[in-house]
């Protein structure tokens, strides 16, 4: 044999064994939210809803920490109330965060489970096991996995074993919104009773029913199905908003008619008090050189009433509801 040969066959002994993805059969298939196509060296955020599939009949519970895979025991910590100043569900049911590092470690739930009691090898083992980290929004330094649900204990079946997983770069651009996803397909311990709904309004109940329908038949759009729902949300938001700037703009109208009208009423009342002055000015008859200066006087006034009306009419003539009441007040109209 050559030493090629030797070489050959010594490499294949120390290649590790390549790691297969397992087909499971479901008992009703998942929804697909959203696929993510990424190179490898990224977290996959490709994201199924597992909230329908129901409990295999076959299915029994671990009854001892001996017998719980991975998943089964971090899902039983966190069913524990006395762990929850550590470790917590986040208020959708999908997903999980650690609150409290160092307490976590102080409480030896840790060595009570795992058999060690460090933060970091425990965060490895997430890793391994098919847990994503959540790096922005709200639910920063979370972690979830699409089969890892909150009342759906039967669904860890489907989880990945453990493997020694590389370390991926994050993709926070296509992390999943998973407030988004629970309010389209709500977890069973989260879907609203009969009574809930009945005092629902009947728009928002129609759209509600609408969008479940359009999940359950799976026709919503691959990967663009959560955007969409948030641009129906800044929809509805914008068209709100329009409807407010709407009556504002009815108000704003009202107010200017309003003033124009009394501004109108106020120069209309000058207008007939002046005149009224102008009749009731008296006659001087005091001559001045030999001339009467009396109906000069008289002529002055009159011209300057005319004078005063017309730049009151020209400045009615510059707005148009002021201009209507003025001729109605006069009979023209």
């Not at 990224?42 to 129901?54: G, I, K, L």
């Not at 009433?305 to 730049?311: A, K, R």
């Amino acid at each position: 044999m050559s030493s090629t040969t030797k070489n050959d066959a010594a490499a294949k002994k120390q290649r590790k064994p390549r790691f297969k993805k397992v087909e499971h059969d479901y008992p009703v298939e998942p929804r697909v939210i959203q696929v993510v196509k990424k190179p490898k060296t990224y977290v996959d955020h490709s994201y199924r809803d597992f909230s329908q599939v129901p409990p295999d009949m076959k299915y029994q519970p671990p009854t001892s920490i001996e017998q719980m895979s991975f998943s089964e025991k971090v899902y039983d910590i966190l069913c524990d109330d006395s762990y929850s100043q550590c470790i917590q569900w986040l208020p959708h049911g999908r997903g999980f965060k650690i609150t409290i590092p160092k307490r976590l470690e102080q409480s030896r739930v840790l060595q009570k489970y795992f058999a060690h009691n460090r933060f970091s090898s425990f965060l490895r083992q997430l890793n391994n096991h098919g847990f994503k980290h959540v790096t922005r929004g709200v639910d920063r330094n979370s972690y979830y996995h699409e089969c890892f649900l909150r009342g759906m204990k039967h669904l860890l079946k489907y989880m990945p074993a453990g493997r020694d997983a590389r370390r991926l770069m994050p993709d926070p651009d296509n992390e999943p919104d998973l407030y988004a996803i629970s309010r389209v397909c709500p977890l069973p311990e989260q879907q609203a009773p009969v009574g809930d709904q009945a005092s629902m309004p009947a728009a928002g109940l129609a759209q509600q029913l609408q969008m479940q329908n359009l999940v359950s038949q799976d026709r919503l759009p691959l990967g663009i199905s959560l955007q969409g729902l948030q641009t129906n949300d800044s929809l509805q938001q914008a068209a709100s908003l329009q409807q407010q700037a709407s009556a504002l703009e009815h108000q704003a109208a009202a107010l200017q008619r309003a003033a124009s009208l009394q501004k109108a009423a106020s120069l209309q009342t000058q207008m007939a008090a002046m005149g009224n002055d102008s009749m009731r000015a008296p006659m001087l008859n005091t001559s001045n050189n030999g001339f009467q200066v009396g109906g000069f006087n008289s002529n002055m006034n009159q011209q300057n009433l005319g004078n005063q009306q017309v730049s009151n009419q020209a400045q009615l003539s510059e707005d148009p509801a002021m201009l209507a009441l003025l001729l109605r007040s006069r009979g023209m109209m």
